[in-house]
């Protein structure tokens, strides 16, 4: 079955850690997104990614890295410059084929301990 | 800046009733896009529709229904004889077009709490 998996779906930090979430696709979408959910804020974009070897920052980039070296793969790295890292994460992906709706995996919590 | 406000945090119904989740969106885009997602418990986001600017149409998927009205700047939806399975967070997002790409702008969701 075609779809987006995220992994871990726990994932808990210690304080000044770096931590990364695996995110793969198998729809051979171009462009792949990665969203971050808080109580109450809805969800915001973090970075973006529509080829092979590009990104882009989203609203909400600072602490975040990304590396998108193969199309089916666009990893997040939660690194120690974000403050407040506690939250849900979402990984998503679009075709390049227009305005289409995007595919979200099952997200990851992540939680600093 | 697009923003896209939902202003019901929470609703509660019971089973059987109809009820409305309001959208309201700001944008300077003369072409732009609408969606409606669903996430239930488990997490992942489910795409329930997308209407562009220019097609203003109400839409009925079985006891689903979408008021799209471009003069309010609302793309409202219905939910008809509510089911327990209904309950979830839902979302309305705005396209933004300008920079390429799909990004969406999110509304901060709507809890719909559907009771027995």
């Known amino acids: 079955d075609g779809g987006i998996t995220q992994s871990p779906k726990y994932l808990f930090r210690k304080e000044g850690q770096n931590v990364t979430l695996s995110c793969e696709q198998n729809?051979?979408?171009?462009?792949m997104y990665w969203y971050r959910q808080d109580p109450g804020q809805g969800l915001r974009l973090i970075y973006y990614?529509?080829?092979?070897?590009?990104?882009q920052k989203g609203d909400i980039a600072e602490g975040y890295s990304v590396s998108r070296e193969k199309k089916e793969s666009f990893p997040l790295t939660v690194t120690s410059a974000q403050k407040n890292p506690t939250a849900f994460y979402l990984c998503?992906?679009?075709?390049?084929?227009?305005?289409?709706?995007?595919?979200f995996g099952q997200g990851t919590r992540l939680t600093v301990v | 800046a697009q923003k896209v406000t939902q202003a019901q945090t929470e609703i509660s119904v019971v089973e059987k009733e109809d009820v409305t989740l309001d959208c309201v969106y700001e944008?300077?885009?003369?072409?732009?896009?609408l969606f409606w997602y669903k996430q239930p418990p488990s997490g992942e986001l489910v795409f329930l529709i997308r209407?562009?600017?220019?097609?203003?149409q109400n839409e009925i998927s079985g006891r689903y229904s979408w008021n799209f009205q471009k003069s309010t700047s609302s793309f409202n939806f219905t939910i008809t004889a509510s089911q327990v399975v209904d309950s979830a967070v839902y979302f309305c997002?705005?396209?933004?077009?300008?920079?390429?790409?799909?990004?969406?702008?999110f509304g901060t969701g709507t809890q719909l709490k559907v009771e027995l």
């Open positions: 998503a992906s679009t075709s390049d084929r227009g305005v289409t709706e995007a595919f």
């Open positions: 729809l051979n979408h171009d462009a």
């Open positions: 990614s529509q080829i092979v070897n590009d990104f």
């Open positions: 944008t300077r885009d003369t072409t732009y896009y």
């Open positions: 209407r562009n600017s220019f097609d203003e």
């Open positions: 997002a705005l396209n933004e077009l300008t920079g390429g790409g799909n990004k969406l702008t």
